[in-house]
């Protein structure tokens, strides 16, 4: 089966960076975009960016241009977020999705990674 | 930047019907998609391209697009359709998620 699974709970200082792992498994990881999406507390669901792991091209949303890079590591099927200097209003649960690209949505999620400010 | 716009929250009663809408520029040009959230969970994907649903999700969930307005349906609402529901559509490039809408189920 599909599984996407996200490293864990991070706390980090402002200014400081975190990557996010996303490991897949149960499908060819290659042959699916994976997207990253942060969620602040109480907040809506906010795209950041996609990377084609069978190439590694990236695309990114404006908002992140410059703080955001997605990577992966085809031999570990894992996909991975980093994010740096963090702002206190940083502090979000990080998802990572893959998209089914015939139907333009995403149809698996990982479970969610906690960043939160240590100040 | 492009906007989908959703009502805050919805409240229904036990096997009543509840209807949410997802209004954007254009959004009858772009695929619509509908999530599901529950507290301190990830997303779920009710519905696809409008209006289909993928294999899992009940029939009690539908959706629908006129003109530039999304609407899903929960049909015989039950307490555990209690939920946060964002809309999700694509516009150049970028992929946009409403504010999302709170379902209560009283």
């Known amino acids: 089966q599909v599984q996407l699974v996200q490293s864990g709970a991070e706390v980090k200082k402002p200014g400081a960076s975190v990557k996010v792992s996303c490991k897949a498994s149960?499908?060819?990881?290659?042959?699916?975009?994976i997207h990253w999406v942060r969620q602040a507390p109480g907040q809506r669901l906010e795209w950041m960016g996609w990377i084609n792991p069978g190439n590694g091209y990236t695309k990114y949303s404006q908002k992140f241009q410059g703080g955001l890079t997605i990577t992966r590591d085809t031999s570990a099927t894992t996909a991975y977020m980093e994010l740096s200097s963090l702002k206190s209003e940083d502090t979000a649960v990080f998802f990572c999705a893959r998209l089914a690209h015939s139907w333009n949505a995403f149809d698996y999620w990982g479970q969610g990674t906690l960043v939160t400010d240590s100040s | 930047s492009y906007d989908l716009t959703q009502p805050p929250s919805v409240s229904v009663s036990p096997g009543q019907t509840a209807s949410i809408t997802c209004s954007g520029d254009?959004?009858?040009?772009?695929?619509v998609s509908w999530y599901q959230q529950k507290p301190g969970q990830s997303p779920v994907l009710v519905i696809y391209q409008d209006d289909q649903r993928p294999s899992g999700i009940p029939e009690r969930f539908s959706g629908s697009i006129s003109g530039n307005t999304a609407t899903l349906t929960i049909s015989g609402t039950q307490a555990m359709d209690e939920a946060d529901y964002y809309c999700?559509?694509?516009?150049?490039?970028?992929?946009?998620f409403g504010i999302g809408t709170k379902v209560t189920v009283l």
């Open positions: 149960g499908y060819s990881f290659t042959d699916y975009n």
């Open positions: 999700q559509a694509w516009d150049s490039g970028t992929y946009v």
């Open positions: 254009n959004l009858g040009d772009n695929f």
